[in-house]
């Protein structure tokens, strides 16, 4: 895993850009702390930050490879999880290889296939070559989105980043948000509508789509996406190809050069990715599988059960490493450390993100690297196999906006009336939930509850997954670590969209389909345990200490968030004691991290100079 960045101009010399090419490569360090290279010739500039997984000595970037006249030069952020396979058949097409890295295979199988190359690909990824014979530029990104990629283009000039930091570091990109970039904050955050930068003209890649530039024309096109078919299996028949891709794609995640661990809650998802990664690990030879769990501080004495979040992980984790024999590690997040680095979680991001939820897993990740470099970890098989709250809350599927976003009118209450008037939150929410709605690939025959449902898992799969892959992905990256996440393995998503909703919720059970075929993998209590999510943490303290910092924000006239919030509102919000019924975002988002999510936005406004326009 690494950062990538890159600068094409057909009107500047950039051999004479170094020095700005470094700044931007600079703000991607922490994704890849083990190594830097640039390459500049007069047109385009690329860098690259590395994160040592796979080939320390072979897998070296920018790689540039020659073909007779043609030289091609790749910066490549992310993981091939079929690089042996596809190895061998460039091998049978008579290409050599001087080492054994993914990124070699990225590069030769892009001078084979072209384009094509990345519906060969198994892995996430995103990544950027030059021929510079042609003089032309082509970008990818991973089918579910799960490696960033950030563009903006304007003159003739073209540049790109895995994050939106190295874009703003070159001196021509302000940091400017206009109107829509504001409703992407305040209406939709922190989800944000897939392609959108927020910045004003910095537009991401979406997941499954491709780029191609040529110094005049730029060409953007879709390589994959979901398609709906009748499903044709039976329930067994489903049942054993659901624990064979699941199983394959755990294997094949666990490649590495680097030690390898695995992030475990007790709960159904994380346990199944624990229990195949610590059986092929006996099986290999490979010693004791590591697990990591995560609990914060007083959260024994203050926890308290609710419909999204039922029971508490501790016990659960211990439970299940104990049935594997995997060398646990339970790390304690500090209540206080958490407000601190609400901020660094932001910066990690770019954007005001999910509060503490965001804050924890980068103190988390910050552990783990410690002692691993890599960790699978379970998340997406909720939007994947249908987990959470809203596939089947009748007050979810009943509504005309996204199903873990129902308080609206609470949201614009918190907005000031000049904001209001200027984005039109309501109207905004409700164009990109239409927008979304319109994507969806029908089943003809379908029944009106199916078609539901299927739109549920649409939603959930492309506008609400993305904020966690982002989440993952950001705060993971900052400290150096890698996450995998076996379960956006393309071939599973592509099977299980398909498995009719009565079959995916087998026994009446949330995501039953996989409870079924993980039968004899996990302790029977486990396959039981009903869904709870990410945990976070339920110290009032926290409550205390974000409620202090909001109030300080609210009473300093020189804060930047004063005129885009109602203060008298949210001011009152922290004279109650009360909690929202329904968490404002998601399953855990509720006062406090509101709180928190303006503390955010406050930073944002201030560290990035944002200038509304």
């Known amino acids: 895993m690494c950062g990538i960045t890159g600068w094409i101009q057909s009107d500047r010399d950039l051999t004479h850009q170094e020095s700005i090419l470094k700044k931007m490569s600079e703000k991607l360090a922490n994704r890849g702390p083990d190594a830097a290279g640039i390459w500049l010739s007069q047109n385009a500039a690329l860098a690259h930050r590395r994160l ?3 080939d320390p000595e072979g897998g070296g970037q920018p790689m540039i490879r020659q073909y007779g006249n043609c030289k091609f030069i790749l910066v490549y952020n992310g993981e091939l999880y079929n690089t042996s396979e596809l190895r061998d058949e460039l091998k049978a097409r008579g290409h050599t290889f001087q080492g054994h890295s993914d990124t070699e295979v990225v590069l030769i199988s892009f001078i084979e296939w072209g384009e094509k190359c990345v519906e060969k690909f198994n892995g996430i990824f995103a990544f950027a070559i030059w021929d510079d014979f042609k003089q032309s530029l082509f970008m990818a990104r991973d089918r579910i989105g799960v490696k960033p990629l950030f563009y903006i ?3 003739d000039t073209f540049l790109f980043a895995s994050e939106l930091k190295a874009l703003l570091a070159h001196p021509e990109v302000e940091p400017k948000v206009d109107v829509e970039g504001l409703a992407e904050i305040f209406a939709l955050g922190p989800a944000r509508t897939p392609g959108h930068g927020v910045f004003k003209g910095i537009r991401e890649l979406k997941p499954g789509y491709y780029l191609k530039y040529d110094l005049k024309n730029l060409q953007i096109r879709q390589y994959w996406k979901l398609v709906s078919a009748p499903h044709p299996d039976d329930l067994e028949t489903t049942t054993a190809k659901v624990r064979e891709l699941l199983q394959d794609a755990v294997q094949r995640q666990l490649v590495s050069d680097v030690p390898v661990c695995t ?3 007790g709960g159904l998802d994380s346990s199944a990715l624990s229990a195949f990664a610590a059986h092929y690990y006996k099986k290999t030879n490979q010693g004791q599988l590591h697990t990591y769990s995560i609990d914060y501080e007083g959260n024994d004495k203050h926890f308290k059960a ?3 979040q039922p029971d508490a ?4 984790a211990r439970l299940m490493s104990e049935f594997l024999g995997t060398h646990q590690h339970n790390i304690t997040i500090k209540t206080l450390d958490l407000v601190k680095h609400l901020q660094t979680a932001m910066l990690a991001r770019d954007l005001p993100g999910m509060a503490d939820i965001d804050s924890s897993l980068y103190l988390f990740s910050h552990e783990i690297k410690k002692n691993a470099t890599v960790a699978l970890s379970g998340e997406c098989a909720d939007e994947v196999f249908g987990g959470y709250p809203w596939f089947t809350r009748k007050e ?3 509504a005309s906006t996204f199903p873990w976003s129902l308080k609206v009118k609470e949201r614009i209450n918190t907005l000031s009336p000049d904001l209001i008037d200027m984005v039109k939150p309501e109207e905004y929410i409700s164009r990109r939930y239409h927008e979304a709605l319109a994507e969806v690939p029908r089943l003809p025959g379908e029944s009106s509850q199916e078609a539901r449902i299927r739109e549920i898992f649409y939603l959930s799969l492309t506008r609400w997954m993305p904020t966690l892959l982002d989440r993952k992905d ?4 900052s400290t150096g670590l890698e996450i995998r996440v076996p379960f956006c393995d393309h071939r599973l998503v592509e099977y299980v969209w398909n498995i009719p909703w009565k079959m995916k919720n087998y026994n009446n059970m949330s995501k039953g389909i996989l409870r079924k075929a993980l039968t004899g993998i996990l302790p029977e209590e486990v396959l039981r345990r009903r869904k709870s999510p990410y945990p976070k943490t339920h110290n009032p303290a926290y409550t205390t200490a974000v409620r202090t910092i909001l109030l300080e924000i609210l009473n300093d006239p020189g ?7 109602n203060v008298e509102w949210i001011r009152s919000l922290t004279k109650s004691d009360t909690d929202f019924d329904i968490p404002w975002f998601g399953q855990l988002m509720r006062l406090p991290q509101l709180f928190s999510y303006l503390i955010q936005v406050d930073a944002w406004l201030r560290e990035y100079k944002v200038k509304i326009c």
């Open 396 to 398: 979810s599927l009943e």
């Open 153 to 155: 283009k304007f003159k």
């Open 313 to 316: 992980d501790a016990p659960w």
């Open 52 to 54: 040592i997984v796979i």
């Open 559 to 565: 804060s930047p968030l004063l005129f885009l919030i």
């Open 263 to 265: 992030l475990l809650s």
């Open 474 to 477: 950001r705060m993971s990256m």
């Open 306 to 308: 609710n419909d999204f």
